[in-house]
């Protein structure tokens, strides 16, 4: 069956269709796919049937893996029973332990692991079981985004790095042996251009990392706090982004170089597990 390429319509994200991703993918497939990836910025396949080991397997066709972020809780029950390239992403809890991250709260805009000096460029989750509603995952475009920035705001952060905190999750938690963050200017974390450049593509993008404990680099706080709040204010507009409500067997992976992402919160009382492969990247430029 050929491989079909179905754009969403909105700002980005494609479903790729024709594809059984328990199975190696032929070079001619994978170049589809993998053009396809750069033009959508999100790619979904649906209905997959697949192991850890699949995931994996399909991750690794864009690059080498990194091993899963450090989270709120100990996960070591959870990663050892998998993969240490695996990150479970889920409110189960079993013998009081929860067997993932993230529970059932909101997950925030962000940029998967962009607090490490090379975040990964891409992230790919699989969907094992998923709550009646809620847990939406939404993605924007910051190709588009930038492009779209206001000229005054386009000329405040041209030229100019941004801290990413490293010490909270996407929901707002420490993560293990972290300390809360008084003054932003001392945040752990990795500092990147606030404009990147995708390495592939060769596109300019707006690269923010989270807001929670961001900070512009040689500003002011005050000024920088500012500028932040109307750059994550314009990169939240609707039209940049797409929303996907999850079936189980979906798979999306996304460029974490020029899009954010975020979850909606769900009801706690039900299960929500999915399992995460991050490809690896190198320094942002
Ligand atoms: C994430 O990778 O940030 C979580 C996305 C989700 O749980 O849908």
Not at 40 to 54: M, T
Not at 71 to 80: C, K, L, R, V
Not at 102 to 112: I, V
Not at 161 to 171: K, L, M, P, R
Request: charged fraction near 25%.
């Amino acid at each position: 069956m050929p491989v079909e390429i179905i754009p969403t319509g909105a700002a980005l994200g494609a479903e790729v269709r024709g594809l059984d991703l328990s199975r190696p993918l032929s070079d001619d497939d994978f170049e589809a796919v993998l053009q396809a990836w750069y033009d959508h910025i999100v790619l979904l396949f649906r209905r997959q049937k697949i192991s850890d080991d699949d995931l994996i397997g399909f991750s690794r066709r864009f690059g080498d893996l990194d091993i899963a972020p450090a989270s709120a809780t100990d996960m070591a029950g959870s990663q050892t029973k998998s993969r240490p390239e695996i990150w479970i992403i889920s409110n189960v809890v079993e013998d009081g332990k929860p067997i993932g991250a993230l529970g059932d709260k909101e997950a925030e805009w962000h940029t998967d692991m962009s607090y490490v000096d090379e975040p990964p460029m891409a992230s790919c989750l699989y969907s094992l079981e998923i709550p009646d509603s809620g847990g939406d995952t939404s993605f924007a475009n910051m190709y588009k985004a930038l492009e779209e920035l206001p000229d005054d705001l386009r000329a405040a952060i041209e030229g100019r790095v941004c801290n990413h905190d490293s010490s909270t999750t996407s929901v707002g938690e420490l993560r293990a042996g972290a300390n809360e963050v008084i003054d932003v200017t001392k945040a752990p974390g990795a500092k990147h251009p606030v404009i990147r450049t995708h390495p592939a593509t060769g596109g300019k993008s707006l690269y923010l990392g989270r807001r929670l404990n961001g900070y512009i680099e040689d500003l002011p706080v005050a000024e920088s706090e500012a500028l932040l709040d109307r750059l994550w204010a314009h990169c939240a507009k609707p039209e940049f982004a797409w929303t996907h409500q999850w079936a189980v067997g979906d798979l999306l992976i996304w460029d974490n170089r020029c899009a954010i992402h975020r979850r909606d919160a769900f009801d706690g009382s039900q299960r929500r597990v999915m399992h995460r492969a991050q490809i690896k990247g190198k320094q942002p430029f």
